[in-house]
Every structure is written in structure tokens, then in C-alpha cells.
Nanobody, 127 residues
């Protein structure tokens, strides 16, 4: 069974940085599209970033170059480097895996396309 485990969240000051990790088990992460989503208090779930099987990446409009998604296949892990964090970045961050047709298309920031989800990791940006 596919399992995803997020880590790296925590409390950080505005302008600070965090690196989130999404480690897969029971499958080879390389062959899936991996997305990062966040649940911000008072808002709907938001797509943050995704990385395709091909290595292509997509970022949400609110990111503005502050975040970078990457993949380390040897570690079976996808990372989300978050810089210049703002209080509005606060939320629970989830990684998710999509296997359907992902070898043939770009990833998307629609959470309904993803089948497997991690437990989430809390990111809090203090003001």
C-alpha cells in the first residue's frame, strides 16, 4: 500500500525558511506526480506545487518564486523548499501522489486528481 510521510514543518518567523519532505514507502515515488497542498485556516484547500514524472513543475499563484519543489529519487523523497515565508503561509501541508496517466502529462494542482495523501505537517509562520 502506498504511504506518504511529510516532515519538516514547524514554527518559523516571517521571512524565514523551511524545507518540507515527503517520503514514499511501498512504491517508487519517481513514477508518480507528487503535489503539495495546504489547508489554511478559514480557506479552502490550496494547491501549492507539484512535480511531474518528467520533472516539470507547477506553482500556485501565491508562491511567486518563493518555493521550490524538487525530487531526490535515491531517497524516494520529494522536497518543498519554502523561503521568505509569510504569516499567510500558515497551514497544514500535505503531499499527495497521482498515478493516473502521469507519465504522459504535466501534473496539476487539483487535489481531486491525487489518490494517496500523507498525514500532513503543520507550518506556522509567526508575525
Amino acid at each position: 500500500q502506498l504511504q506518504l510521510v511529510e516532515s519538516g514543518g514547524g514554527l518559523v518567523q516571517p521571512g524565514g525558511s523551511l524545507r518540507l519532505s515527503c517520503e514514499g514507502s511501498g512504491f517508487t515515488l519517481e513514477y508518480y506526480a507528487i503535489g503539495w497542498f495546504r489547508q489554511v485556516p478559514g480557506k479552502e484547500r490550496e494547491g501549492v506545487s507539484c512535480i511531474s514524472y518528467s520533472g516539470g513543475t507547477i506553482y500556485g499563484d501565491s508562491i511567486k518564486g518563493r518555493f521550490t519543489i524538487s525530487r531526490d529519487n535515491a531517497k524516494n523523497t520529494v522536497f518543498l523548499q519554502m523561503n521568505k515565508l509569510r504569516p499567510e503561509d500558515t497551514g497544514v501541508y500535505y503531499c499527495a501522489a497521482d498515478s493516473t496517466g502521469v507519465m504522459f502529462r504535466q501534473c496539476v494542482l487539483n487535489g481531486q486528481e491525487y489518490e494517496d495523501w500523507g498525514q500532513g505537517t503543520q507550518v506556522t509562520v509567526s508575525s
